[in-house]
């Protein structure tokens, strides 16, 4: 039997005397590209740092791989992290550091490869999101919204993970930018067999991404399959986001 890559099971998460999730499970296979959508405030974002731990849900279980994120001691969480890459919504590159450093630096952290194992890593990354050597002098104050995001996800795929999870990838972009990008994170995970998680609003990236959908409503996943069986569901939130006027318009031309 397949061990999902993510499982997530009974998830309850709470602030304050907000309930954000209630009895949330998902399990996601490898391989597939899930897009995670739901209404603001839904607890999309929530739920994909919980995911990758940066927040401790109120109760429930979440597992990577099968293992659990959290325990055993730190050389074991270090190399459960090792496997998955993120890429946060406005990039999160450090803004001290040049391309070439903010790629460079999940590898130096590794304490295992000399500077010339990572110049070429660097530089392997960089043709991979479609950037050139000289654009690793670059500061991320002189990028370009698409530059920050590929620069991002070359950071991402570092460490060569088998998950990449991105929150909003396409935030913030134009439309042509922002096919260019969906082309190369569709055309990445394929090459390189990755599971791919995005947190997104966009009909036209998630209808070029996914394989499935997972629809966040009610405080729950509300439906987690193939987005032509999503549209189907007879559900208010659904009718809203995948079936106004707008909506449709944008999936018969993805």
Same mark, same amino acid.
Request: hydrophobic residues 45%; negative net charge.
């Given at each position: 039997?397949?061990?999902?890559?993510?499982? =997530?099971?009974? %998830?309850?998460?709470?602030?304050?005397?907000?309930?954000? #999730?209630?009895? %949330?499970? %998902?399990?996601?296979?490898?391989?597939?590209?899930?897009? /995670?959508?739901?209404?603001?405030?839904?607890?999309?974002?929530?739920?994909?740092?919980?995911?990758?731990?940066? %927040?401790?849900?109120?109760?429930?279980?979440?597992?990577?791989?099968? +293992?659990?994120?959290?325990?055993?001691?730190?050389?074991?969480?270090?190399?459960?992290?090792?496997?998955?890459? =993120?890429?946060? *919504?406005?990039?999160?590159?450090?803004?001290?550091?040049?391309?070439? &450093?903010?790629?460079?630096?999940?590898?130096? +952290?590794?304490?295992?490869?000399?500077?010339?194992?990572?110049?070429?890593? !660097? *530089?392997?990354?960089?043709?991979?999101? +479609?950037?050139?050597?000289? #654009?690793?002098?670059?500061?991320?104050?002189?990028?370009?919204?698409?530059?920050?995001?590929?620069? $991002?996800? $070359?950071?991402?795929?570092?460490?060569?993970?088998?998950?990449?999870?991105?929150?909003?990838?396409?935030?913030? /972009?134009?439309? &042509?930018?922002?096919?260019?990008?969906?082309?190369?994170?569709?055309?990445?995970?394929?090459?390189?067999?990755?599971?791919?998680?995005? !947190?997104? #609003? &966009?009909?036209?990236?998630? $209808?070029?991404?996914?394989?499935?959908?997972?629809?966040?409503?009610?405080?729950?996943?509300?439906?987690?399959?193939?987005?032509?069986?999503?549209?189907?569901?007879? #559900?208010?939130?659904?009718?809203?986001?995948?079936?106004?006027?707008?909506?449709?318009?944008?999936? *018969?031309?993805?």
């Amino acid at each position: 039997m397949t061990i999902p890559i993510i499982s =997530v099971c009974e %998830l309850y998460t709470r602030f304050g005397d907000v309930w954000v #999730h209630k009895n %949330l499970s %998902l399990d996601i296979e490898p391989g597939e590209m899930v897009s /995670l959508v739901g209404g603001s405030g839904s607890g999309k974002t929530t739920l994909l740092r919980q995911i990758i731990g940066l %927040l401790t849900p109120t109760r429930g279980d979440i597992r990577l791989f099968g +293992e659990p994120l959290c325990g055993g001691g730190a050389g074991r969480e270090r190399k459960l992290r090792q496997r998955f890459g =993120v890429l946060f *919504q406005q990039g999160a590159l450090f803004s001290a550091f040049n391309v070439y &450093d903010n790629i460079a630096f999940p590898l130096r +952290e590794l304490k295992t490869l000399d500077e010339d194992m990572i110049h070429d890593l !660097v *530089q392997l990354k960089l043709a991979m999101v +479609e950037l050139l050597p000289r #654009h690793g002098q670059l500061m991320p104050a002189e990028l370009s919204g698409g530059m920050i995001k590929r620069v $991002a996800l $070359a950071r991402a795929l570092a460490l060569e993970p088998e998950l990449l999870l991105l929150d909003e990838p396409t935030s913030g /972009l134009d439309p &042509d930018r922002s096919d260019s990008f969906v082309r190369l994170v569709r055309s990445l995970g394929e090459e390189l067999g990755l599971t791919v998680v995005l !947190v997104t #609003h &966009d009909l036209d990236t998630l $209808a070029a991404l996914s394989t499935k959908v997972a629809v966040l409503a009610d405080q729950r996943i509300l439906a987690y399959d193939t987005l032509d069986a999503i549209i189907r569901i007879d #559900h208010p939130f659904i009718r809203n986001f995948f079936l106004s006027e707008r909506s449709t318009r944008a999936l *018969q031309t993805a």
